[in-house]
């Protein structure tokens, strides 16, 4: 907008038009100096004509002068500048590459923490099935005492007979069978147990490294943030010693448009002229010497809209070159955007897939992407790419819900499990690892009935 603004003030071709008016200015300048000859005679005239040339003589050297040193100024402070934003933008770069490191530190941490839960939810859940496990082990140890301390009655315990031999054998054969199952079973626990001790120790040392890990980036991320606060300490030193030399070249050239010596006789000059009119005793007529004085004057004010017109060229390039610098910011921020979207997506996916790896048919959708490409938290449960809230039968709904059950048994131990409307069911497609109860309508049966498949 700054730039459509500058650039409505700009008039083609102006400096050519400033060289154009400058000739017009001395050629009526030269008219003005004619009419004061013809006007003036003797020796009064002639001198107040001379007076008046030294004075536009005087003010054209100045302005001549002045515009030189002028655009030595200029070019002097257009090179402070581009100096300065070109150490602006080396102390913005390395800001920015400190930056893009503490970001990738902080990826680092984000993805040693979620490894770090991992491990703990796997120390938590064998814990909690190690005390299970350890329980039942204790109760089958008790069990095992109370049937080997169980005597074996030689007699019927309805007519007080005694048993036959092979019944007495069969009963202690019996016994022997229940104690080597329990023996057999709180074996298979302890296995267990062991296993689970092991895994949990693993999994101790690995949290025990993320920690350490974790620690490390941080420190990391602290020198690099340090890094950065003197980086942006010593950026205002870097503008402020950059382009010295130029400085001192502006500083030079003001001086020296200060103290021009043609400023001193144009000035002597005016004074004198100024003397003379307040001397003057009658004026002769001037019209044609105050009009060519008048053409003089628009032409000046033409002469400034034009070189008003170069100095606001001059504002649009320097714009242009803000513009560039901007447009440079604003790539390097949606880079970091982008790269911190692609993370996000990345860590989605890895928390999907790491839930779906638990179930074999069911898959969850933990994340639904928005129209603005961000995304949202949602669960939903899927069968075959359909999903169990929307268009899935009941038949599959309840494969599904096996599925989940099977996983869920594996962590917390099996239940009987109870379906009802099984009739819905055409084939069971997961294979429970616990009892069923199965609840089914059939047109054909009038009373209730309960059969073992």
Known sequence: ARIDEASKNIIPGAEQKVRELNAKILAAEERVKSETDALNSGWWEK??????FAVVEAQAEMMEQKNGIQKEIDKAEAEVRKEERKAASLADREIQNLQDHITGEARE???????????????????????RKERAVQEFREK???ISERELTSECYA???????????EAKEAQDSELRNI????????EDIAVMKEESAAENKKVEKLTAEIMAC???????????????AKKAAMVENAASEQKADVKRLKKK???MACIERYESAVKELEEHKNSERSKPDTTKLEAAKSEIRELQELRAEYSASQRAEDRVKELEAEKVSMQERHDSVSYQIQLTEDWVRDIARAVEEAVNGLFSRVKFQLFEEQINGGLKDTCLIMWDGVSYDTNLNTGARINAGLDIVNTLQEIYGTAPLFIDNFEAV???????????????QRREQKELEIAER
């Open 47 to 52: 001198e107040k004509a001379r007076l008046n």
């Open 109 to 131: 941490v984000s993805d040693k923490e979620n490894q770090k839960r991992i491990s703990n939810g796997i120390i938590e859940s064998n814990t909690n099935e190690i005390s």
């Open 218 to 232: 941080g420190e990391r991320q602290r020198k690099l943030k340090n890094d950065i606060e003197d980086v942006e």
């Open 183 to 190: 023996q057999k079973e709180g074996r298979r626990m302890n």
């Open 159 to 169: 007519c007080g007979q005694a048993l036959p031999d092979d019944k007495i054998k």
């Open 144 to 146: 095992y005492i109370r």
């Open 426 to 440: 055409t084939e069971l497609e997961i294979q429970p690892d616990s009892p069923l109860i199965l609840l089914e």
């Open 257 to 259: 448009l200060d103290g």
